[in-house]
């Protein structure tokens, strides 16, 4: 048994002995250019993107990837009894809607003023117009949002949020609102070990 353990392995190097030993070429000529000038993981023989984004998450191809983000935006401005006048506070608000606005090119915005039920309600029709004009105008002129993304409607005392007789609730229901969404698409970035998300 041992000799037929042996025996095996001389059997291999005896049948490849008679071979003939193939040299290769000192050097091969290099058919694609296999450089990655963009640091993408995508070399330049199949590369359809140049000049990718750093980090940029890519296809096969070496083109980036696009993903949507939906965004939403909630404004809530509060006024002064019988009052349309926007306060200094209010514009820290309007400013990011107007930033908003801008990332949502598409999106078209609707100001809903309202009142309190103090006072008649053909009056509180009119102040929540008032309000809401109020807000309109300052996203137009102050922040240059075009006006025909911007339409303002008075509710008057219709729909308020507390429906009591208090001072929290007289407060609470003058106010102008805004909500909007909207989305936008943005290169895709790849995982790296700093990425929070």
């Given at each position: 048994?041992?000799?037929?353990i042996?025996?095996?392995?001389?059997?291999?190097?005896?049948?490849?002995?008679?071979q003939?030993?193939?040299?290769?070429?000192d050097?091969?000529?290099?058919?694609?250019?296999?450089r990655?000038?963009?640091?993408?993981?995508?070399?330049?023989?199949r590369?359809?993107?140049?000049?990718?984004?750093?980090g940029?998450?890519?296809?096969n191809?070496?083109?980036?990837?696009?993903?949507?983000i939906?965004?939403?935006?909630?404004?809530?401005?509060?006024?002064?009894?019988?009052?349309?006048?926007?306060?200094?506070?209010?514009?820290?608000?309007?400013?990011?809607?107007?930033?908003?606005?801008?990332?949502?090119?598409?999106?078209?915005?609707?100001?809903?003023?309202?009142?309190s039920?103090?006072?008649?309600?053909?009056?509180?029709?009119?102040l929540?117009?008032?309000?809401?004009?109020?807000?309109?105008?300052?996203?137009?002129?102050?922040?240059d949002?075009?006006?025909?993304?911007?339409?303002?409607?008075?509710?008057?005392?219709?729909?308020?949020?507390?429906?009591?007789?208090?001072?929290?609730?007289h407060?609470?229901?003058?106010?102008?609102?805004?909500?909007?969404?909207?989305?936008?698409?943005?290169?895709?970035?790849r995982w790296?070990?700093?990425?929070?998300?």
């Open positions: 048994m041992n000799k037929l042996l025996l095996i392995p001389a059997l291999f190097l005896a049948g490849c002995a008679n003939e030993i193939v040299t290769m070429q050097t091969s000529s290099q058919v694609n250019d296999l990655d000038l963009d640091y993408d993981g995508v070399i330049k023989a590369e359809l993107c140049d000049e990718t984004l750093n940029a998450s890519v296809n191809d070496g083109c980036p990837k696009d993903k949507t939906k965004q939403s935006f909630r404004l809530d401005v509060k006024f002064a009894n019988d009052s349309s006048k926007l306060l200094p506070s209010n514009y820290a608000k309007l400013e990011q809607l107007a930033a908003f606005l801008e990332e949502q090119d598409g999106a078209v915005v609707t100001i809903e003023g309202h009142a039920k103090v006072g008649n309600p053909a009056y509180n029709l009119a929540s117009q008032r309000r809401a004009d109020a807000v309109a105008n300052a996203l137009v002129e102050d922040f949002i075009p006006v025909s993304r911007v339409e303002a409607i008075g509710y008057g005392d219709a729909e308020p949020l507390i429906d009591e007789d208090s001072e929290l609730a407060e609470t229901n003058r106010r102008v609102m805004a909500s909007l969404s909207g989305e936008y698409s943005t290169t895709d970035m790296t070990i700093f990425t929070s998300e």
